[in-house]
Nanobody, 118 residues
């Protein structure tokens, strides 16, 4: 199970920090990522981070957003700075890995709303 938190309403130029906490019988989390879906738009990739801490960002957020993870806490973060109205969306976290049953999982959180006012 993945649970996001940290969304909210912020003015343009402001900052927010999203968190995504994983729970359950997880023995390994490999890739994790943040995705977003704006009004009338398709879901798009924001940033991903591998267990090796290799990161990848969408061009639209490079230099403004930073993805990180704490493997001991099974938690991923997204620090969002210099927010723009175009960043308004529901943000979803995703994780893939291995359960204690040795079954693979690919889970999504329920989403958290980020609204940036101009």
């Amino acid at each position: 199970q993945l649970v996001e938190s940290g969304g909210g309403l912020v003015q343009a130029g402001g900052s927010l920090r999203l968190s995504c906490a994983a729970s359950g019988n997880i023995i390994l989390i490999d890739d994790m990522g943040w995705y977003r879906q704006g009004p009338g738009k398709q879901r798009e990739l924001v940033a991903t981070i591998r267990k090796t801490d290799n990161t990848n960002y969408a061009d639209s957020v490079k230099g403004r957003f930073t993805i990180s993870r704490d493997n001991a806490k099974k938690t991923m973060y997204l620090q969002m700075n210099s927010l723009e109205p175009e960043d308004t969306a529901v943000y979803y976290c995703n994780a893939v890995g291995l359960l204690s049953s040795l079954d693979a999982f690919n889970s999504w959180g329920q989403g958290t709303q980020v609204t940036v006012s101009s």
